[in-house]
């Protein structure tokens, strides 16, 4: 019998973990794909091709010219446009297709979150509530908060943006999480922050801001998660292993 060939769409922590398991299964050949979006990314183990793959034709073709078996979506639960990609050429080329995405924050007694679709829609609630605002929302929509002139943020995020790219006024802070709950409380005294934007991204690294945000009892703009596709999902690596281990048992 041959071997099993594992495609994992990654840049996630959930991914590397994954392909650390993945190797460990006799008969599994694991080949991770990167976006290319983040500088310094964590490499996962085993095989890894970096870049996009042309949409979902160029997928399609991929996962037949690579002789793809299995397809796990780990990507970020706010790449929509790769998961769509991802079910489409899956279900083309008539593969196994799973996605695994962390579970989603939930609001807590004693948060107040203000939940939005978009960043078009924060930035509208932070022009409603807010003057200094903590941004933690990556570097690629920042230019929707750019016509708040009259606000200051702090920026957080792994890369700085790309040159040209509209931002608001304020400080520009370069750092990757885990973060502590002691560290970003004292960071939103030391910045006089009085509201926090969001992604819920989920997972335990970045959630201290949440935590922070509570024990100050500062609103969180949270923006919710895109429309994803309706395919086969879990929550954990660990769930995602038992779904590999259905398949390598069969032929």
Request: glycine fraction near 10%; aromatic fraction near 6%; charge should be neutral.
């Amino acid at each position: 019998m041959g071997m099993t060939r594992l495609l994992i769409l990654g840049g996630t922590g959930e991914a590397a973990a994954l392909a650390t398991a993945a190797q460990a299964l006799p008969g599994f050949e694991v080949i991770s794909s990167l976006a290319g979006r983040t500088q310094h990314p964590t490499q996962p183990q085993g095989t890894v091709r970096v870049g996009g793959f042309g949409g979902i034709e160029g997928l399609t073709a991929y996962l037949q010219q690579a002789q793809i078996h299995l397809l796990v979506d780990a990507t970020h639960p706010f790449a929509a446009q790769i998961s769509w990609h991802a079910a489409a050429a899956a279900q083309a080329v008539g593969i196994p297709h799973l996605r695994l995405v962390r579970p989603a924050w939930q609001p807590h007694s004693g948060d107040l979150w203000f939940n939005v679709a978009t960043h078009q829609d924060a930035a509208a609630v932070v022009r409603a509530i807010a003057q200094r605002v903590f941004l933690t929302i990556g570097r690629q929509e920042l230019a929707a908060y750019a016509g708040l002139g009259d606000r200051w943020f702090l920026m957080r995020m792994i890369d700085p943006p790309t040159a040209h790219t509209p931002i608001p006024p304020g400080v520009l802070v370069l750092e990757r999480g885990p973060f502590t709950l002691a560290a970003e409380t004292q960071l939103m005294r030391q910045h006089q922050i009085d509201a926090v934007v969001s992604k819920n991204s989920g997972g335990p690294a970045t959630y201290a801001k949440v935590q922070a945000a509570r024990a100050l009892q500062l609103p969180v703009i949270m923006v919710q998660r895109p429309p994803m596709p309706d395919v086969s999902q879990v929550g954990t690596v660990e769930a995602a292993m038992d779904w590999l281990g259905c398949w390598a048992k069969l032929p």
